[in-house]
Structure formats: structure tokens, C-alpha cells
């Protein structure tokens, strides 16, 4: 398996993690942004890279031919967009966290069938990581602003 990733891969998905800063900073009026809230933001952006996640789970685990897999990746997506429906609170956050965690944990289940190659694992690692720090940061400012 090619080990090398596109150059351009490394920065989008560095780019793709920049929402979650900007919601950090328009939780904390520390941005505005005319005709949304924190909150709207937040949670559109999240139900966006939840679909994206889930539609590259969906083509490695056809790739795989893996039902679980293939499971797994549509009920992340429709667990956010239900949370982002129907739970916009600090429990709802916590969720959040937790369905990012368990996409990791599939793209992990990729890594170990060497369907992903180990430097997009890394990527992976890295980015959920420092999303979960911004959301966990939402959530904190969430709490207190509350």
C-alpha cells in the first residue's frame, strides 16, 4: 500500500478542523459572524464532517466488503445529525465527542486491515484528537456561559 499521502491532504484536514476554532471563539463573543450563533455553527459544521466521515467509512468498508463496517459508518452519521436535531446541549456535546471517538476507533479497524496506511492513521489521530480538545472546550465554555 502506497504509504505516501497527497500533498494536499495534510493541510485540508488541518483546515477542516479550523470550524471548531472559530465556534470556540463565537461561544466566547470573541467573533461574530453576521446571521449565525455559536451554537448554529457548531453543530451544521459538525453534521457536515460527520457525512464526509461517514461517506469514507461507507467507500473503505465497500472496498472491505464489511457490513459492520458499512453499519457503523451510518449510524455515526445519523447519531450526529440527531444529536445536532434534537440534543444541542452539554450532553449532547459529550455524545459528540464520543461518536468523533468511535469513527477514530473505525478508522483504526481500517488501519488494522491496512485498508488505510499508517500515515493517514496518524492524520486521523491527530485531527480527532485536537477537534475533541476544541469540542471539549466548547462544551466547557457552554457550562460556564450557561
Not at 16 to 29: N, S, V
Amino acid at each position: 500500500m502506497k504509504q505516501r499521502l497527497h500533498p494536499f491532504v495534510r493541510p485540508l484536514t488541518f483546515a477542516g478542523a479550523l470550524p471548531f476554532l472559530i465556534a470556540c471563539l463565537l461561544k466566547l463573543d470573541g467573533l461574530q459572524l453576521p446571521g449565525v450563533s455559536a451554537d448554529e455553527w457548531l453543530w451544521s459544521y459538525t453534521v457536515v464532517i460527520s457525512a464526509f466521515m461517514a461517506g469514507s467509512h461507507w467507500g473503505l468498508a465497500l472496498r472491505d466488503e464489511d457490513p459492520v463496517a458499512l453499519i457503523s459508518s451510518n449510524a455515526c452519521a445519523l447519531l450526529i445529525f440527531g444529536l445536532a436535531i434534537w440534543l444541542r446541549d452539554p450532553l449532547g456535546l459529550l455524545l459528540l465527542i464520543g461518536v468523533f471517538v468511535a469513527q477514530l476507533f473505525l478508522d483504526q479497524k481500517f488501519k488494522t486491515r491496512s485498508t488505510i496506511n499508517n500515515r493517514y492513521w496518524r492524520l486521523r489521530l491527530t485531527i480527532t484528537s485536537i477537534v475533541c480538545i476544541f469540542l471539549t472546550a466548547y462544551l466547557m465554555i457552554s457550562i460556564i456561559a450557561d
